[in-house]
């Protein structure tokens, strides 16, 4: 006996399956669209992703999707995110390995410009601090204390006892 695998219901079966995975696909892109053009950040996806028990992708689809919900999908969002960035910043502990300094684009050097300013012991607790910023979406705090700290080294390798520019009241 021979069988037809052509037939109208097992085409029309197939045709659905595939019907349906490109709607995901078309929908799981209109996601990432909505996530890219939005506030939401890398480490936020991350934040959310760890708290959600999903996957980066998984979390950055997830945040498209609420942000094309509208107003009440954009509160419901920013809950979480609250609630996300409460759970990750009690999990950090200086004693044990940074989640988010490893995936962001700052270096070594820049904890140890971020000690001294900041007045931290070692560069490990700028990294600690560092990282409580990303959780809490401060990268632009972070980039701003990183300028002035290089400003600040620059300003003390450059001093021959002359007068700088603050002593000089400009």
């Known amino acids: 006996i021979a069988t037809d695998f052509t037939s109208p219901a097992v085409d029309s079966q197939t045709t659905g399956q595939l019907l349906a995975q490109a709607q995901n696909t078309s929908q799981d892109q209109k996601n990432w669209d909505a996530y890219s053009r939005s506030k939401y950040s890398y480490t936020d996806a991350a934040v959310l992703a760890k708290f959600w028990k999903q996957n980066i992708g998984e979390a950055k689809s997830r945040i498209g999707s609420k942000l094309l919900a509208g107003p009440m999908g954009e509160d419901t969002l920013a809950q979480y995110m609250v609630d996300a960035r409460i759970a990750a910043l009690g999990a950090v502990n200086s004693n044990q390995g940074l989640t988010y ?70």
């Open 101 to 170: 300094w490893q995936d962001s684009s700052h270096t070594y050097d820049d904890a140890v410009a971020l000690a001294k300013l900041w007045g931290e012991p070692s560069p490990w607790e700028a990294k600690v601090r560092v990282e409580r910023n990303l959780i809490l979406g401060n990268e632009k705090i972070i980039q701003n204390s990183i300028e002035l700290a290089k400003k600040d080294a620059q300003g003390s390798h450059s001093s021959n006892g002359s007068q700088n520019s603050e002593s000089c009241g400009h």
